[in-house]
């Protein structure tokens, strides 16, 4: 009979699954319910082990939502190729794709906890990173979509708002949708979309430096992409 020997893991190579494994348990429930005698149980190592590596459940916490925020910020890249409307509706798949898969997690980190130490006290520290880490996931979002529009440089005031208002429009609309799920995710991940639309346009209409970016990125929206979609449901609206 042959017995099977457990591989020796580097120091980076056991951090690194730890985290993974933590990520894991945190996206499926509050870290507050997390302990670490179930995450070195996961990891098949010794609770003593898991301290060898990390402090205590809080830096493991932070180590995990950093690789959280860098996930989450990769989800918002896109080729710049084909129509703005498609590139978005893409990315929004890939969003939502994490946000199912990571729900307590991705609510935690967006809300900025909780962040508690093995005494059960809030770590202000932690806080103010865990702020820090949206910050920079609203930033690259924020830089992405100036970028498919072809945007180079400080954004021009009204652009600044609609692209921020939305960014903050989908990551709210993220955690309404996980408190029941209520309307099909696909069906949301359009609307945002044309949610895009919508808010550009309106600052379009005040500001034509915007206006002739809009004009130019609509003519390559085909009749059958969401842009063109939301135009047929307005006049059809209208017409009511």
Not at 19 to 36: H, K
Not at 68 to 86: I, K, N, Q
Not at 94 to 103: A, L, N, Q
Not at 196 to 221: I, P, T, Y
């Amino acid at each position: 009979m042959t017995t099977g020997v457990r591989r020796r893991m580097g120091v980076e190579e056991r951090r690194q699954q730890l985290i993974g494994v933590a990520l894991e348990l945190f996206s499926r429930r509050s870290p507050d319910e997390v302990s670490i005698d179930e995450i070195a149980s996961r990891a098949g190592i010794s609770r003593p082990l898991v301290y060898h590596y990390f402090p205590g459940k809080l830096s493991l916490y932070e180590a995990a939502l950093r690789r959280a925020s860098e996930d989450l910020t990769s989800r918002f890249m896109e080729p710049h190729e084909g129509p703005l409307g498609s590139r978005l509706r893409r990315v929004m798949a890939r969003f939502f794709d994490f946000v199912e898969s990571h729900g307590p997690g991705f609510a935690a980190l967006m809300r900025g906890g909780p962040a508690v130490s093995a005494g059960g006290a809030c770590s202000v520290s932690t806080v103010s990173a865990t702020h820090a880490l949206v910050d920079s996931v609203r930033q690259a979002a924020y830089e992405q979509i100036l970028s498919h529009m072809g945007v180079e440089g400080p954004a021009p005031a009204r652009l600044e708002l609609v692209v921020r208002s939305w960014v903050s429009l989908v990551e709210s609309t993220a955690l309404i949708w996980l408190d029941g799920r209520r309307v099909p995710r696909e069906e949301l991940e359009a609307q945002l979309v044309q949610d895009f639309a919508a808010l550009a346009a309106v600052a379009a209409a005040r500001d034509e430096e915007l206006a002739a970016l809009l004009r130019g990125l609509v003519r390559n929206e085909p009749g059958d992409g969401p842009f063109t979609d939301l135009a047929v449901r307005l006049i059809a609206l209208a017409d009511a």
